[in-house]
C-alpha cells in the first residue's frame, strides 16, 4: 500500500507521464522549428545551417518520442544529450538561439522533473549549464551579449520551471491520494467478499444441520414407534 506522504512518483507513473506529454512535446518542438528558422534566416536563407538545425531537431525528437524507454535504462544520458543538443542548436542558427533556449530548455527542465524528483538539484545543474553555455558563447562569437537579455531568458526559464514543480508536485500529491483510496476501497470490498463469503458458508451448515437434526428426530420418533 502506498503512503500518500510520498512525493516520490513511480516509475510507471513516470512513464505514463512522459508517454501523455509526447504528442503535445512534438507540437511545440515544431512551432519552435517554425521560428527558428524564421528568425535564423531572416534577411539571408542559410541553406546549410538549416539543413544541419533541422536534423539535430529530429533528433531532439526522437528522444523526446522515445523519453519513457530510454530513461528507464540511463536518464542522466538522457538528460545530458538532450541539453546538449538544445545547446548545439543554439550556435548552428544564433539569431534564433533565445527562441530555442526559451521554447526547449524549460520543457527539458520540467520533463526531468519527474524523472530526477530532485527540483532544486535539477535547477541549479541547469543554471550552472546555461552559465558555461554563456561562457562558451562569448569566447566564440567574442562578445559577452546583452546582459539584459540573457537575464531576461534565465529568469523565464526559471519562472516557467518553478510554475510546473508547483503543478506538478500537487497532481502527483492528488493521484497518490487517490491511488492509495482506491486501494483501501478495494481491500474493504475484497473483505467484504471474504465476509459475505464466511456468512454464506455458515448459513449453509445451519441449514444442513437442522435438516440433519430434523432428519434424525424424525427416524428416532418413527423407530419408536
Known amino acids: 500500500m502506498k503512503n500518500t506522504n510520498d512525493p516520490h512518483p513511480s516509475q510507471n507513473m513516470i512513464s505514463d507521464i512522459l508517454v501523455v506529454s509526447r504528442m503535445p512535446v512534438m507540437?511545440?518542438?515544431?512551432?519552435?522549428?517554425?521560428?527558428?528558422?524564421t528568425l535564423g534566416n531572416w534577411?539571408?536563407?542559410k541553406i546549410y545551417p538549416s539543413a544541419i538545425f533541422?536534423?539535430?531537431?529530429?533528433?531532439?525528437?526522437?528522444?523526446?518520442?522515445?523519453?519513457y524507454r530510454i530513461t528507464q535504462y540511463n536518464k542522466w544520458l538522457y538528460t545530458i544529450a538532450q541539453a546538449v543538443l538544445i545547446y548545439i542548436m543554439t550556435f548552428i542558427l544564433p539569431n534564433g538561439s533565445p527562441t530555442v533556449l526559451i521554447g526547449s530548455l524549460?520543457?527539458?527542465i520540467a520533463q526531468c522533473i519527474p524523472i530526477f524528483r530532485k527540483t532544486l538539484t535539477l535547477v541549479s545543474m541547469f543554471?550552472?549549464?546555461?552559465?558555461?553555455?554563456?561562457?562558451l558563447g562569448w569566447i566564440?562569437?567574442?562578445?559577452?551579449?546583452?546582459?539584459?537579455?540573457?537575464?531576461?531568458?534565465?529568469?523565464?526559464?526559471?519562472?516557467?520551471?518553478?510554475?510546473y514543480s508547483i503543478t506538478y508536485?500537487?497532481?502527483?500529491?492528488a493521484r497518490l491520494r487517490m491511488e492509495y483510496y482506491l486501494q483501501k476501497l478495494k481491500s474493504a470490498y475484497q473483505k467484504v467478499e471474504e465476509l459475505t463469503m464466511i456468512t454464506e458458508?455458515?448459513?449453509?451448515?445451519?441449514?444442513?444441520?437442522?435438516?440433519?437434526?430434523?432428519g434424525l428426530a424424525g427416524l428416532i420418533m418413527q423407530l419408536e414407534a
Not at 546582459?147 to 516557467?160: K, R, V
Request: proline share 4%.
Open 169 to 173: 508536485n500537487r497532481q502527483v500529491d
Open 43 to 45: 534577411g539571408n536563407f
Open 140 to 163: 566564440i562569437n567574442n562578445d559577452p551579449g546583452d546582459p539584459q537579455t540573457t537575464l531576461s531568458i534565465l529568469f523565464f526559464i526559471l519562472t516557467m520551471v518553478i510554475f
Open 27 to 37: 507540437l511545440w518542438i515544431t512551432f519552435i522549428y517554425c521560428v527558428t528558422l
Open 127 to 135: 543554471i550552472l549549464i546555461f552559465i558555461l553555455y554563456t561562457f
Open 201 to 214: 458458508r455458515q448459513r449453509m451448515a445451519r441449514d444442513l444441520h437442522d435438516t440433519l437434526a430434523q
Open 54 to 67: 533541422t536534423l539535430f531537431i529530429i533528433i531532439h525528437m526522437l528522444f523526446y518520442w522515445f523519453s
Open 106 to 108: 524549460p520543457i527539458l
